[in-house]
């Protein structure tokens, strides 16, 4: 109960705010890189404020989410925006085939290890296929650590192995206290594609 009382502040919260940072940021970089018209597929979208971003730009955008809350919210937030789905689902059971950009803000880190992994593995596949990758992942010294089993926090050199190879365009790491929240985030923040092949002359 308490759990769904804070998501749906949660979404109330954000159901008016502008996109997130990463959005700005994984959209440049988007369009540096990405010569054909853009699919975005928004993983854990909430309550839609990067989906409504990025349906400005993109030839088609798909929002997704498993709480109930932030799909109708998300629906009621791009009524009318005919290059928009919005589906309620688990990420972790979809796939990410035809996305050019895959947009996980601060919604992967929710799954737990096993779970996670499996999903990063999709997301690996579609990268290497020429997707770009946006998303957060928390870090071991995240407050939450001591509390949620059900979700996944990286160390450092455990994050570098898993973006081994890849073309990082944008690694932020956030170390800070939440006045707010009372709470201590620790979060790494990314946005990568696959290394350029060199071309052959
Ligand atoms: C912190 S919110 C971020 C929402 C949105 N990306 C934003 O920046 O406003 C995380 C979202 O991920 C969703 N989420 C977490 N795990 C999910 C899963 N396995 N499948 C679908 N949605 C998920 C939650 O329901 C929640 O709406």
Redesign the pocket.
């Known amino acids: 109960m308490k759990q769904i009382g804070r ?1 749906l502040r ?2 109330l919260h ?1 159901f008016l ?1 502008p996109p ?1 940072n990463l959005a700005r940021v994984a959209l440049d970089f988007a369009n540096q890189e990405l010569p054909q018209k853009l699919f975005v597929l ?6 839609g ?2 989906v409504v971003f990025f349906s400005d730009f993109a030839e088609r955008v798909q929002g ?4 109930t809350i ?1 799909f109708y919210l998300a629906r009621l937030r791009t009524f009318g925006r005919e290059n928009v789905a919005i589906k309620k ?4 059971n979809i796939s990410f085939d035809k996305a050019s950009l895959i947009h996980a ?3 992967l880190f ?2 737990p290890e096993k779970v996670f992994l499996r999903t990063w593995e999709k997301i690996i596949l579609s990268v290497e296929n020429g997707a770009i990758f946006s998303g957060h992942f928390l870090g071991e010294r995240n407050e939450w650590r001591v509390c949620r089993q059900d979700m996944t926090f990286l160390s450092i050199d455990r994050l570098k192995e898993m973006l081994g190879n890849l073309q990082i365009y944008h690694f932020h790491e956030i170390y800070r206290f939440d006045k707010r929240k009372h709470r201590f985030w620790h979060i790494y923040e990314v946005v990568l594609a696959r290394k350029q092949r060199p071309s052959i002359a």
């Open positions: 998501w949660y979404h954000t705010k997130s928004d993983i854990g979208c909430g309550s404020r990067d997704i989410d498993s709480n932030a689902a688990d990420f972790s803000n601060m919604s929710f799954l």
